[in-house]
């Protein structure tokens, strides 16, 4: 868990479309979800004030 990057506009937008859609990361360290079982099995988490920040969606 690591604040988004206020600068990084792509980076914050990719961030906030990934918790919205519920898609699961990629990435060297992250195998992706294969089974979209995150997608299919949960509904979109609701964010705090904290979870907002956190996530870029809202600023600091």
């Known amino acids: ?5 206020a600068n990084n506009k792509e980076l914050k937008q ?3 479309n990934s918790w919205k859609n519920r898609i699961a990361p990629e990435g060297y360290t992250f195998p992706g979800d294969p ?3 995150e997608r299919d099995n949960y509904k979109t988490a609701k964010l705090s004030e904290l979870g ?9």
Do not use: H, V
Request: aromatic share 16%; no cysteine.
């Open 1 to 5: 868990m690591m604040p988004a990057e």
């Open 14 to 16: 990719w961030r906030i």
């Open 35 to 37: 089974r979209n079982w």
């Open 52 to 60: 907002k920040k956190l996530l870029g969606s809202q600023d600091w």
